[in-house]
């Protein structure tokens, strides 16, 4: 792939402004294990290899299974490797990721509010937002997977 520009140096502004809500996320009331199940799966309907590298890498950090972390991809299929609020953030991940089908439906919604309060279904929100931002700037810069 052809090397593209660096928004972080063409654009330290714009690239700092992604970071603040980094920030933010990082003292949200969810639980590492579930942002980084979020941003596996945002990424991977994304097809960011960029971030899926990076975000399955900092699951293992975190003491995720990797068993977890390949069905991730499945769980509607693989549900007995899913607490019920794994598959109720999951669900809300697909369902703002593709906005564009449905939307977050009243079923995933009201799932959610089940483990969530309206706190943290907003944290989850700001989350599938910002690792779906964070998505199209690799994709669209073209950054390379690191080692």
């Not at 809500?21 to 960011?48: D, F, H, M, P």
Request: glycine letters at 4%; hydrophobic letters at 45%; proline letters at 1%.
């Amino acid at each position: 792939m052809e090397k593209r520009i660096n928004i972080s140096a063409t654009e330290p502004l714009a690239f700092k402004a992604m970071l603040g809500l980094e920030g933010y996320l990082s003292k949200i009331e969810i639980a590492q294990t579930l942002k980084e199940l979020v941003k596996i799966r945002a990424s991977q309907i994304n097809n960011c290899a960029y971030c899926i590298s990076m975000h399955t890498k900092d699951a293992i950090k975190n003491g995720e299974k990797p068993e977890r972390i390949f069905l991730v991809s499945a769980w509607r299929e693989a549900v007995k490797f899913f607490t019920e609020e794994e598959q109720a953030i999951l669900a809300m991940t697909e369902e703002i990721t593709l906005i564009h089908q449905e939307g977050l439906s009243e079923e995933t919604y009201s799932k959610a509010s089940q483990f969530f309060n309206e706190n943290q279904i907003a944290q989850i929100i700001m989350l599938i937002v910002t690792i779906n931002g964070w998505n199209r700037i690799a994709l669209s810069t073209h950054l390379e997977i690191e080692d």
